[in-house]
């Protein structure tokens, strides 16, 4: 600065008494930003509300029926509600396993293919990748189901045989009435399985579980795989000593949030299996159930009793799925803010 | 600047001079140099070729030769237990077996000459690599099959021109067709975005903007939201819209199931976006003296544009493609019925499971054709999508810089006549400062530094 500065500026003098008191910052919106914050919070709430109206109705709805069936709701397998005998014990465990038996496939394929997507799939092809991945999420389900009813049914019915002859001993493999060693015997046990269902369902749900891992494989630490890398470990030493642990909330979240997206599946469910009323936990045989296909089939149900047990039967499927994924959402954020705090 | 370019620019600089020296010293033109300390390398003729770069790859040879190796035994392997031993018992039985014997193998081979965790890491990149084009293969399958098996229908120009309400269950496939299912489709899915974008963007304004425990829980609901069974938000319609207030089946309910569907997914895409605006921007536009809805409306979404058009194709590819909720509240009718706030109304993945539930061949085939369509349709919106979105905030195409350059000329323009056009005693206060601003790029930075240094 100039040395003139001195005489030009006047040093404050500090005030004796008034001790400081810090600034006021806040500053008050305009009449325009107001507006604008009352619209956007009303977006907001209008979302909540639509959100919320989802749950509130199908509960309204659904309180006829399960005033009516009371607790043997959950424990009935039938679904005559005409006659007043209608329960989800059946098609809950038909879900159930549907989602399990797609879980099981799809989550090594997601693995697989999410490991090869950010570890070893030439960088060039990444994006590609990434996007062939992501379209297959966009595919219609009905496609999906066209191509398990139509395609996969007739190749796999050999594989139901194999493993009902050789791991029938286990109850859900077993398949009731068939000889293997009978030569007469035809497929027909092992169509519309609870089995070939599942393996429609997790290759809608693979690219979902996929994608959210590959994500979180990605932000594995750059410093430790070098780490890794300097010790002496090979690739897959580095992948199962960095990325893998480091992946783990993000693997278990993205696996729950395919699980709540199978237990939800309707259509390729609907296309390929067909229904029993009954637990039937043999996977492989004939006969299976969902809650999604059961309201699918149902809903021209003209009886208000009807209608009303199929909402009750919605709304467990509603707060079933709610749950799975707030669990995977809050595993999946705990494991991001983990990444965080690296570095 | 590539690495071939710095490599050149390094020759022609230095290693002329280094020639030169070279001579210098063989000549003898300056004999006290002739005994230097140290001696000069004696320089070779240059090489023709720039050195060629070491390959850090870590494949080897070797390993590709047992890869290759253990695929042919394999395949052999397999060949002779299926036709010698045991019968053929279908292709998947052949592909599985191939498989395992071609991983033992291939363990076997990497195991002559490298030691455990070697042979592992082998093993697992050719599990990853199997599970990875598993994936992709199902995929490609599951699209080809349905275009294949489409092709039957989809060679019929009338498939795409008449609705079904003339062809019997037992015509031929050259007479109706699904252009009611098509119609019906569009109609039902812009009734959807136009109640999907603004209301789905103003959600992620809110999120994005106006942070607190409010909007945390609004998120919360959101995401949760995502996972809504679709079948679950076609009753909640069917509920509310068709039986309580009695507006019966029509394409209008549909396209409100399918909101419901598609809200929650353009939210949270559009949230992510809008979150990535970096918040410079914002804080510039704030310092300007802008108020926050105008730094929202200039500045945050022209930033976030290319993201929200993705989110909201993305969102629409899902919306087109749903069944379960249009199956309970658009109805099925073989016309065309063009409006969609009164009668049934049928769109493409509900005609697809109408067919497909028929018997004859004739109508699957015109199923198959009926998906081929839709999957090309949600095809081109998701291409697009990743055209437009490819980008992240404020990456411009070369086309987009190209205006943004003549925006800012005809900025200066207007600045230089607004200028020129008023009076000379504001003049006299504005002039200085705006001239010298727009000369400032024209200005060499050196020279400011020479006015600064004098």
């Known amino acids: 600065m100039a040395p003139s500065a001195a005489a030009g500026t006047t040093l404050p003098s500090a005030p004796e008494e008034s001790p400081d008191v810090p600034r006021r910052t806040v500053d008050r919106p305009g009449p325009a930003d107001l507006v604008f914050r009352a619209v956007a919070r009303s977006g907001g709430l209008l979302v909540l509300a639509i959100m919320a109206l989802v749950g509130v109705f199908l509960a309204y709805r659904a309180l006829d029926a399960i005033e009516f069936a009371g607790w043997s709701f959950l424990s009935e397998q039938r679904w005559e509600p005409e006659s007043g005998r209608f329960g989800i014990a059946a098609v809950l465990v038909g879900t159930l396993l549907i989602a399990l038996v797609a879980i099981v496939i799809a989550v090594p394929l997601a693995i697989g293919a999410a490991l090869y997507i950010s570890e070893y799939a030439p960088r060039r092809m990444k994006q590609t990748l990434v996007s062939l991945v992501d379209l ?4 219609p389900s009905v496609v999906y189901g066209l191509w398990g009813l139509f395609l996969l049914q007739g190749n796999v019915l050999g594989l139901s045989r194999w493993i009902s002859t050789y791991f029938g001993w286990i109850p859900l493999f077993r398949v009731d009435g068939v000889d293997p060693r009978d030569p007469l015997a035809t497929d027909s046990v092992y169509t519309s399985s609870t089995f070939i269902a599942g393996i429609v369902v997790a290759m809608m749900v693979a690219p979902i579980i996929c994608s959210i ?34 992946g783990k909330g993000g693997m278990i979240g993205g696996t729950m949030l395919g699980l709540g997206r199978a237990l939800g599946e309707t259509i390729g469910v609907y296309l390929v299996i067909s229904m029993v009323f009954a637990i039937q936990p043999n996977i492989v045989q004939n006969g299976g159930s969902s809650v999604a296909a059961l309201i699918a089939l149902r809903y021209g149900d003209a009886t208000p009793m009807g209608i009303s047990a199929l909402m009750a039967a919605g709304l467990a499927l509603f707060l079933m799925t709610l749950v799975v994924n707030f669990i995977a959402s809050s595993i999946v954020a705990r494991s991001r803010s983990g990444a965080a705090s690296e570095a | 600047m590539t690495n071939r370019q710095l490599a050149e620019t390094v020759r022609d600089e230095f290693v002329p001079q280094t020639v030169h020296l070279a001579d210098e010293l063989d ?26 770069r070491r390959s850090t790859g870590t494949s080897r040879r070797s390993d590709r030769f047992a890869a290759a190796g253990a695929a042919l035994a394999a395949l052999a392997f397999t060949m002779i237990v299926f036709t010698q031993l045991a019968p053929f018992d279908g292709l998947l039985g052949f592909v599985v077996f191939a498989w395992l014997s071609f991983v033992g193998i291939y363990a076997l081979l990497v195991s002559f000459d490298e030691d455990g965790p070697a042979v592992r890491d082998r093993m697992a990149a050719a599990v990853v690599h199997s599970l990875g084009f598993l994936l992709l293969l199902g995929l490609v399958v599951v699209v080809l099959f349905t275009l294949f098996r489409g092709r039957a229908a989809l060679v019929h120009l009338n498939f795409f021109v008449q609705d079904m309400r003339l062809a019997g269950p037992l015509e031929p496939l050259s007479v109706g067709g699904i252009w009611h299912a098509i119609v019906g489709t569009l109609e039902q899915i812009g009734i959807a975005l136009a109640i999907t974008v603004p209301l789905g963007v103003l959600c992620a304004v809110f999120l994005g903007e106006l942070p607190g425990a409010f909007s945390r829980f609004v998120r919360t ?44 997914i353009v939210i949270r895409a559009s949230d992510v976006v809008i979150r990535l605006v970096p918040g410079s921007l914002r804080e510039a536009s704030l310092a300007l003296g802008a108020s926050q809805w105008r730094t929202v409306w200039h500045v945050v979404l022209p930033t976030a544009r290319s993201g929200l058009a993705t989110a ?64 090309v349709l949600v095809l081109v919106l998701f291409i697009v999508a990743r055209t437009i979105g490819g980008r992240g905030p404020g990456q411009l195409t070369r086309r987009q810089a190209r205006r943004r350059v003549a925006q800012s000329e005809r900025d200066k323009r207007r600045f230089l006549e607004r200028q020129s056009a008023t009076p000379p005693a504001t003049e006299a206060m504005t002039s200085p400062a705006l001239p010298d601003r727009h000369r400032e790029p024209e200005v060499d930075p050196a020279d400011h530094r020479e006015e600064r240094d004098a």
């Open chain 1, 136 to 139: 297959m999420a966009a595919v």
């Open chain 1, 213 to 246: 891992m590959r994500e979180v494989f990605a932000q594995a630490p750059a410093g430790e795989r070098e780490g890794a890398y300097a010790l002496g470990a090979t690739r897959w030493g580095m992948i199962r000593s960095v990325v893998l642990p480091f």
């Open chain 2, 27 to 52: 000549t003898g033109h300056s004999p006290d140099l002739a005994q230097p300390a140290t001696t000069v390398p004696a320089q070779g003729p240059e090489p023709e070729r720039l050195e060629e």
């Open chain 2, 221 to 264: 609901i959101v995401e949760a939201m995502t996972a809504l069974p679709s079948i679950v938000a076609g009753l909640f319609i069917y509920a509310t819209v068709v039986l309580m207030i009695g507006f019966g089946k029509s394409g209008f309910a549909a396209s409100l199931a399918i909101t419901v569907m598609m809200l929650p």
């Open chain 2, 312 to 375: 909201v194709i993305l969102g629409t590819a899902r919306g087109v493609g749903e069944t379960s909720p249009v199956l309970l509240t658009a109805g099925v009718n073989a016309g065309m019925n063009a409006n969609p706030f009164s009668g049934w109304q049928i769109s493409l993945p509900l005609q697809t499971f109408e067919f497909v539930k028929s018997p004859q061949p004739t109508m699957i085939a015109r199923g198959f054709g009926t998906a081929a369509t839709l999957m």
